[in-house]
């Protein structure tokens, strides 16, 4: 079992930045592939990032493609993710989330084993 505590979510204003955090406890945190999803009211869940065990390797959705940064810790058992030039369109929970199968990133959702709680992000225009 690994349980994810995801915090930084907030209000910013358009253009502005947040940081999100996601703290792990449980089983060993760098056996997990890590990532990142949101979920705006009346859509689905969708992308956002994802890393490798070592950090070496991340995606990203389309969407938040140079605007969004995924990072870990293995030291410190977290996962980042540093939101720059936030958009309204930014609006939604996001989730982190664990997979261990074993592959270098996923993308879909269905894929992860745990699931955080959620942070609200709301960007305001």
């Known amino acids: 079992q690994v349980q994810l505590v995801e915090s930084g979510g907030g209000l910013v204003q358009a253009g502005g930045s947040l940081r999100l955090s996601c703290a792990a406890s449980?089983?060993?945190?760098?056996?997990?592939?890590m990532g990142w999803f949101r979920q705006a009211p009346g859509k689905e869940r969708e992308f956002v990032a994802a890393i490798s065990r070592s950090g070496s390797s991340t995606d990203y959705g389309d969407s938040v493609k140079g605007r969004f940064t995924i990072s870990r810790d293995n030291a410190k058992n977290t996962v980042y993710l540093q939101m720059n030039s936030l958009k309204p369109e930014d609006t939604a929970v996001y989730y982190c989330?664990?997979?261990?199968?074993?592959?270098?990133?996923?993308?879909?959702?269905?894929?992860?084993?745990?699931w955080g709680q959620g942070t609200q992000v709301t960007v305001s225009s």
């Open positions: 449980g089983r060993t945190f760098s056996g997990y592939l």
């Open positions: 989330a664990a997979a261990a199968l074993p592959r270098q990133i996923i993308v879909r959702a269905n894929d992860y084993n745990y």
